[in-house]
């Protein structure tokens, strides 16, 4: 790693001004910071899209998709952020663009033969603290019945696309939220969970769909227990390799 001291971090990425991101909501706010910083806003926008838009386009390839077909593969679940289809709220630093990645992977996907489950990994305000929730520490997604709303409004804003970009035959499955924590109460999670099959059900009548279970599976043994396998499956928090 080259020293910080003589290059600066809009030239090394590794110094983000001696403070390390450690999750989606650090990373683009101190790349944002960046610009600020420097007395131009737009530059530090600007560098935070190269980025970002660089890390979409090689993380996951064509030879990729390729490869898991030929081992076998039939499914693959993608992770994806609240904010993809650009539902951003002040203070949050997040900036969307990842859509057209989703629909160019759909499309390798049905070239091999796979199909596409959804995933959706943060919610607003953080359902788990994690930092794979979007924002590492904060656990605030239950605490504000907005931020519950709008979370079963963006679920539905992204199902929508899905019908309207005609994915429907690559992308049948939805996880409405994953790994919430154990703390959410398990009455709003459960009331969350059956809007966010309503509004799922709009758009994508056939697709799966599986929950999280708050890492207590005990709590949903008599949730959901419709008798057709697309009507209300589940998925506790164990996994495999």
């Known amino acids: 790693m080259q020293s910080c001291d003589v290059n600066p971090p809009d030239e090394n990425p590794d110094c983000f001004w001696g403070k390390v991101p450690v999750d989606q909501w650090t990373y683009c706010e101190k790349l944002l910071e960046m610009g600020t910083e420097k007395g131009a806003a737009a530059q530090g926008g600007s560098k935070l899209m190269d980025r970002l838009h660089n890390h979409w386009e090689s993380w996951v390839t064509r030879e990729n998709i390729v490869s898991l077909a030929n081992v076998g593969i039939t499914h693959l679940r993608l992770p994806i952020g609240h904010w993809i289809l650009g539902d951003i709220e002040p203070p949050e630093p997040y900036v969307n663009g990842e859509w057209p990645y989703v629909l160019r992977l759909v499309g390798w996907a049905r070239e091999v033969g796979l199909k596409v489950w959804l995933d959706l990994h943060t919610a607003p305000g953080s359902q788990n603290g994690f930092d794979n929730s979007g924002r590492l520490g904060n656990l605030t997604w239950d605490k504000s019945y907005h931020n519950v709303w709008r979370t079963v409004k963006i679920i539905e804003e992204i199902a929508s696309q899905v019908r309207i970009d005609g994915a429907l035959d690559i992308i049948t499955g939805f996880g409405v939220m994953n790994e919430p924590g154990p703390y959410v109460p398990v ?15 709009r758009s994508m009548p056939d697709a799966y769909i599986y929950v999280g279970d708050g890492f207590n599976s005990a709590n949903f043994n008599s949730f959901w227990t419709g008798t057709k396998q697309t009507e209300h499956p589940k998925k506790n928090s164990i996994y495999y390799v």
């Open 187 to 201: 009455e709003l999670l459960k009331n969350f969970y059956n809007d966010a099959y309503i509004a799922i059900r």
